[in-house]
């Protein structure tokens, strides 16, 4: 069994899936920047005292989400570096 999925790949879609994962990170990280921007507008304007717990979770989960997506982007871009392209 393969330890790097991207071994078996042609160059052209090892190259689409790196593009593909760093768009979908890219994404990620404008969402969760602009969630914690809000979140920290709304803490602003309401205040901290009647603010839900469950308002944090997203900020909890979000590392969760990203951490496969990223390991995945340092496989391929590893893969990309080991083929010299």
């Known amino acids: 069994m ?3 999925i991207y071994e078996s790949l042609t160059n ?3 190259i689409k899936k790196r593009n ?3 768009g ?3 994404g990620f990280g404008v969402v969760f920047l602009l969630g914690i921007i809000a979140f ?3 803490l602003s ?3 901290a005292k009647g ?3 469950v308002a944090f979770t997203p900020f909890i989960v979000m ?3 990203m951490l496969p997506l990223l390991i995945n982007l340092k496989l391929a871009n590893k893969e990309i570096k080991s083929r010299n392209l």
Request: aromatic share 8%.
């Open 2 to 4: 393969n330890k790097n």
């Open 12 to 14: 052209e879609e090892l």
């Open 20 to 22: 593909t994962l760093k």
């Open 24 to 26: 979908v990170s890219i």
């Open 40 to 42: 920290i507008a709304l």
């Open 45 to 47: 304007i309401k205040g």
């Open 51 to 53: 603010f839900p717990f």
């Open 63 to 65: 590392p969760v989400t």
